[in-house]
């Protein structure tokens, strides 16, 4: 690209002005080196000789990728469960508190109990319990929209949050899971759950009365329940 003199030094005094607004702020850049891995740096950009016929700028960066790793690996273990690595239940809190202040309605919310775990825990090992999760895990993911926030908020619990999905929707989802489950392969244990859902059409209703809501059917379709 060719620039004219008086664009040229209309870029570099608008440059200058620039780097002389952040240069005690700390950036941040990522560039990629030529096996194209990515490298992040940190620095500042420093004027030097600061006048208006006679500035330099200078770069001062340090490679701080390994740091940036180890925070970004502590972030994640922070939202996430260790064995699913779904997200855990104080990330679920932090989105189903969002979702609340944003209102963008309607949005739902599937509470999801597993059957089965602790007979599985006694006859197989915890073993098999792990795996029977790490499966719930993997039919949740298979069921759900790539939107939807999948958490894992106590041992055998489950809870999905939905965003701008309706009751029907919610319904559907489900079913998803439950046929999923039906079809899921293994010789020795077999994925069950009970689900029940609810939704927030407005903010007439607040999020402890969604998860009761939700909370009320699950218990509903309960095997035991189910029976009587």
Same mark, same amino acid.
């Given at each position: 690209m060719l620039l004219s003199k008086e664009n040229k030094r209309i870029l570099t005094n608008d440059l200058i002005n620039f780097v002389r607004?952040?240069?005690n702020d700390s950036i941040e850049l990522t560039i990629l080196t030529k096996n194209k891995a990515e490298v992040i740096l940190e620095g500042r950009l420093?004027?030097?000789?600061?006048?208006?016929?006679?500035a330099e700028i200078q770069?001062?960066?340090?490679d701080v990728t390994l740091r940036k790793e180890a925070e970004n690996k502590i972030f994640h273990l922070s939202y996430h469960d260790k064995l699913t690595d779904l997200y855990n239940r104080a990330y679920f809190d932090e989105t189903l508190e969002k979702? =609340?202040?944003t209102e963008e309605y309607p949005y739902s919310l599937i509470i999801g109990d597993m059957n089965g775990l602790k007979s599985t825990n006694d006859l197989f090992g915890h073993k098999a319990g792990d795996r029977l999760i790490q499966m719930m895990a993997e039919?949740?993911?298979?069921s759900c929209r790539k939107s939807d926030v999948i958490s894992r908020i106590g041992g055998d619990e489950f809870a999905v949050v939905l965003p701008k999905c309706s009751s029907k929707e919610a319904r559907n989802i489900c079913n998803r899971i439950k046929k999923l489950c039906l079809t899921y392969e293994n010789d020795m244990i077999k994925p069950d759950i009970a689900l029940g859902?609810?939704?927030?059409?407005?903010?007439?209703?607040?999020? =402890?009365?969604l998860i009761l809501e939700a909370d009320r059917k699950m218990y509903l379709d309960k095997p035991y329940v189910r029976s009587i």
């Open positions: 607004e952040i240069q420093l004027i030097i000789n600061d006048s208006d016929s006679d770069a001062v960066f340090q979702m =609340d202040k039919i949740l993911r298979a859902f609810g939704t927030k059409e407005n903010n007439s209703k607040s999020n =402890d009365d």
